[in-house]
């Protein structure tokens, strides 16, 4: 079975960075795109960047271009979300999803991830 396991979460002050992995277990996982999505208190969840698994072709929203960065390690089946220059509204729970091959949206995802960032 599938799974992804989500790291590097944590506590940081505004201006600095941290990275997010996101990997994929299981020899069988066959990805169309891996993303990242995030959801403040009182919020709904929003999508934050994805990449196209074959590719690597990026997306992001707006109020973190320039900022993040999303990568991607074939061989390890994992996802990177590198923030920089992190913000107080940046404070989240980030969740990695990835979207199969035959799947019309993300269909797996993983536990999540605390972001905090303080003034």
């Known amino acids: 079975q599938v799974q992804l396991v989500e790291s590097g979460g944590g506590l940081a002050r505004a201006g600095e960075s941290l990275r997010l992995s996101c990997a994929a277990s299981g020899r069988t996982f066959s990805g169309v795109a891996m993303g990242w999505f995030r959801q403040a208190p009182g919020k709904e969840r929003e999508f934050v960047a994805s990449?196209?698994?074959?590719?690597?072709?990026?997306y992001y929203t707006d109020s973190v271009k320039g900022r993040f960065t999303i990568s991607r390690d074939i061989a390890r089946k994992t996802v990177y979300l590198q923030m920089s220059s992190l913000k107080p509204e940046d404070t989240a729970v980030y969740y990695c999803?990835?979207?199969?091959?035959?799947?019309?949206?993300?269909?797996?995802w993983g536990q999540g991830t605390q972001v905090t960032v303080s003034s």
């Open positions: 999803a990835a979207q199969r091959t035959g799947a019309r949206d993300y269909d797996l």
């Open positions: 990449m196209r698994w074959a590719n690597g072709t990026p």
